[in-house]
Every structure is written in structure tokens, then in C-alpha cells.
């Protein structure tokens, strides 16, 4: 099937034909991205909540569908709400929800603004770059109040957001779904990334195929939903911040291997449980993998003046990769694919403090 990047579909207050029995039916109705638009009391106000920007990433659609389907349509929502679903074609080639973009094609969160942008209309991928302009546009049409951007890790894990700013908003806005917020400073060409006269948070609801997930974010979206100020909630939770975390990737042309002993592979070797670093970090000396002889150099550890900072945060023990100081691992996943397309997974140094 070719697919239109130029095409986005729009539905107002849909019905429950429109919705269909559940959302596996409901993503295969969908021919592209699609932009749900649902009264609200107040009509001149709009919040956005964005779905599905990745393929194998369907806590949000499962979410929204769930509210769409079971909310009293006489209790109105707050504000006017636009919900965008976007990779629907990657989150419908089977096996669903198994593709983070179409192969061959790119990932469009790394396709918005002036990075993403950067090699755009001269590269053979630009379907991507021309969605997320669409995308974008839908967002700033409505001149939204606030944005929020469901995603899911690949592995377990516990549920974070992410904004690039730390305000009053954000943390209330965090607070609807988990009590950890991280503020990134990372240039991926996100849609995070974006300015939109408003507060943005990402939210990881947590791994795709965790059911908790699913409920988080149904949770999170029937806060929205009846919140009537953002700005001026109570937090029934305190919100911790950590700042700038960095992005472990491996060195052009290194072998990624996963095990749960050392089997000698070239490269770069991670234990095959690596994902349960999420929950508890990592502690300085202990080991995460293994490394051939190239040590270091198969990793890299960008700092945000593109310096390669590895050796501040890993050191080798023979073979091992070794962590040089407690960190905070989040994203860690041992879905290869993942790994090598993304990163092996998000890091901050992590400080003991005692209160």
C-alpha cells in the first residue's frame, strides 16, 4: 500500500459507528493520521493530546478509544479537546503495534522543526517530514492551552514525563500521570521540541504491553478532561525533577548483542535483563554488559556540546562495562531493533541525598 503523507483525516464529535466495537477495529477504520476533535463547555479554549507518534506505542489509541467509548456524552469536557492519532500505518502492519515507523520510512519524531527538517526535503525519506508538519500544523491551528504527547517504552518501566521546561504548569500537568518529571535539553527533532505557546509534556506511560500502562493513560486523559485550570491544581503527589539526562548509543557500525553471560560477541554485549535497571538504577562498579576490545570507543555519550562524555559515567574491568558512578537508567530496553534505531537507553548521574 502507498502511503500519502500529504493526507490527514478529521472527525468532529465522532459516533459509535465511527469508533467501532474496540480500538483494534477502530485503528484499522483510520487510512492515515487522523485528528478527533470533541466539544467542550468552553468552546474558545482547546487542549491537544497527541497519540500514537510511533507505531509500537499504543497506550494512548487504547486510552482514547476507551474514553471516546465510555465517557457521558452529556458531561462535557472542560475545554474543546483534539486528540491526533499519527503512525497509523506503522501501528497497523502486522504483526500491530510491533513497528515503530514503516520500513524503509523514518521515524517522525525525529522529523519536527529545524532539526528534523535539516536534511528533509532532500532526503528519499521525506514522507516522514512532510507528516510532521501536518501534524504540527493541526497542533497550532486550535491555539492550544496545553499539549501532551503519549508515548511507551519498549520494555517495562515505570511511567516519567518529559517537558524542555520546568514551570507551574508542567509539574501540575506530570502530576495527572506519574511523580517523576525529567527536563530534557536533548535536540532530536522531536515534536516536544516544538514551541507552542503552551505547556508540552511528554508522558512514557510505561512498557506497550503493560496493562498498567493503558490505565495511566485513560487516567491522565479524564484529568484533562475535567481539569479547569491548568496551572492551579492541587498535586495530590509531589513531582521530583531530574535534569538533562544523556542518551547511550553504540559507536557507527558496532555490533549490539543481549546475554545473560559473557559469550564472547564483538562489540557491545548488554545482560539480557537490562530493562530492570529502569525500575532501581544502576550502582557505581556494578556491571551492565560486555565490551570486546575496543573497549569505550564501541559507545557513545553525547554531551549537549557533542562531546563524547562515556568515560565520565562507564569504565571497562576486563571485559566488563562497568558503571563509574550511580545512575539513573530510564528507557532500557532489550528490543535490539529499539536499541539500535534509538538509544540502549536514557542516563543521569544519580546522587544519594538525604533529606
Known sequence: MEIDYSEINYLQDPNWQDLHADYVQFLLSMTGPTVIDITGENTERCRVINTLLQGNEPS???????????????????????????????????PMFTNRFI??????????????????????????YERAQLIEQAIRDVKPEMVIDLHNASSPGPTFAVSSTITTETLSLASFFCQTLILSDLNLGSLMEQDFACPFITIECGGSLDEQAHEIAYA???????????????????????????????????????????????????????????????HQDEMIGWIDGDGLKNLQLLDKKGNNVIDEYFYTRENQL??????????ATSNKKVALNDCLFYLVAHVNSES
Do not use: M
Not at 538533562?244 to 562489540?267: I, K, M, Q, T
Open 60 to 94: 494512548g489509541l487504547i486510552a482514547l478509544h476507551r474514553w471516546l467509548t465510555s465517557r457521558d456524552e452529556s458531561i462535557l469536557p472542560q475545554t474543546n479537546l483534539r486528540f491526533i492519532i499519527c503512525s497509523v500505518e506503522a501501528a497497523s502492519k502486522k
Open 103 to 128: 520500513d524503509g520510512g523514518k521515524d517522525i519524531n525525529r522529523c519536527f522543526g529545524k532539526t528534523g527538517q535539516r536534511h528533509g526535503f532532500q532526503d528519499e525519506l521525506q514522507g516522514g
Open 220 to 282: 491522565g486523559i479524564n484529568h484533562v478532561a475535567q481539569c479547569e485550570n491548568i496551572g492551579y491544581i492541587h498535586q495530590e503527589k509531589n513531582v521530583e525533577v531530574i535534569y538533562r539526562p544523556l542518551r547511550l548509543r553504540v559507536s557507527a557500525d558496532v555490533n549490539l548483542s543481549y546475554a545473560e553471560h559473557d559469550e564472547g560477541y564483538s562489540g557491545v554485549t548488554l545482560k539480557n535483563n537490562i530493562e530492570y535497571f529502569n525500575f532501581g538504577g544502576a
Open 322 to 331: 562497568v558503571c563509574k558512578q550511580n545512575l539513573r537508567i530510564f528507557k
